[in-house]
């Protein structure tokens, strides 16, 4: 299961929450019926000594019990929705009233995830990725190459802007297509403005949307949390680095704008090696070049990532300011 287990937990307490719900509602009818219609109360209490009885005739022999007692308890159930209805209450007011009717708010149907179930996680998902919104907007339908020029060489590869972004847009589909089965990272890099976080958030909504963990995060933030993780003693704080050792993937965007220190160097160094070696998937893009990446973090941190991830490169023009000459 894509699911981590803190975050299958946090599913299963919604569906104890919705338990209690229908319990609770369940109680509140019973007392109120009990309260208006007596002989309802009266009626439930000779079923109970109803089953009681039939049970004890049948283990002495009497072959006539299980008859009598599907006929007594026949009319009595007749009665009590004779009863209700009378009273004005729908036939199933002294029923649980399932949020899903397919499991019983159990989460799953003949031993597989119900569809309430898979909608949760991708719900929980959603919200845990910090990407709840922008992804509604930024996916693979949404990428548009016209913003890309055949035009514009960049002077280190010799290849245009609108190659380069082809190329880019290719090895995030395939990055998708075999993720599970396939260990993988990226580092997407190139100027400001030439679609890098575009397309981290595609291949989030994608995978979301299959159901695996994914935590995005910026630079800042994820330092924040390394911090946190190392020295706060708040539980929350501390779960938060938790999710950033469980997911399945980690995207870590606008590396570089960050406050860079002797720890940030450290933790970054530390948090993607301990997931290179876990073979868990890590993305990040960043407006450094390779070289000011290896003087920053370090040339035994540079390493790990030019030998355990895809470099893709994205250069051009700056398509926030093309977006605003176009309208």
Do not use: W
Not at 48 to 63: C, M, Y
Not at 76 to 82: G, I, N, S, V
Not at 91 to 106: A, F, G, K, M, V
Not at 177 to 204: E, M, P, R, W
Request: hydrophobic share 35%.
């Amino acid at each position: 299961m894509a699911l981590t287990n803190s975050q299958y937990d946090a599913i299963m307490r919604i569906y104890e929450q919705k338990h209690l719900r229908t319990h609770d509602r369940l109680t509140r009818h019973y007392s109120e019926i009990y309260k208006k219609i007596p002989r309802i109360r009266e009626i439930d209490e000779e079923i109970s000594h109803l089953g009681v009885a039939g049970a004890k005739a049948l283990i002495d022999g009497n072959a006539d019990a299980p008859a009598r007692f599907r006929e007594r308890l026949h009319a009595l159930r007749d009665e009590k929705q004779a009863l209700l209805a009378g009273s004005g209450y729908p036939s199933d007011y002294l029923e649980p009233s399932y949020e899903c009717p397919d499991c019983q708010d159990t989460g799953y149907l003949d031993g597989r995830k119900c569809r309430c179930f898979q909608k949760a996680e991708i719900d929980l998902l959603y919200t845990q990725s910090n990407l709840q919104d922008i992804l509604e907007s930024e996916n693979f339908s949404s990428f548009r190459m016209d913003y890309y020029s055949s035009d514009f060489i960049d002077p280190v590869s010799g290849k245009s802007s609108l190659d380069m972004a082809k190329e880019a847009l290719h090895v995030c589909r395939s990055f998708v297509d075999s993720f599970g089965s396939k260990f993988q990272n990226l580092l997407i890099y190139g100027n400001t403005g030439v679609g890098k976080t575009f397309l981290t958030h595609c291949i989030a909504r994608e995978l979301m949307d299959h159901i695996h963990s994914v935590i995005y995060v910026t630079s800042s933030q994820l330092f924040d949390i390394l911090g946190s993780r190392e020295f706060d003693t708040d539980p929350e704080k501390r779960q938060a680095g938790a999710l950033l050792d469980e997911c399945e993937l980690l995207i870590i965007d606008d590396l570089g704008t960050e406050l860079t220190n002797s720890f940030t160097v450290s933790q970054l160094f530390i948090c993607l090696n301990d997931r290179i070696l876990q073979k868990k998937s890590t993305i990040i893009s960043t407006n450094l070049s390779l070289n000011e990446i290896k003087s920053i973090y370090s040339e035994r941190t540079f390493s790990r990532i030019s030998s355990n991830y895809r470099l893709l490169k994205l250069a051009g023009d700056d398509i926030r300011i093309k977006k605003k000459l176009m309208k």
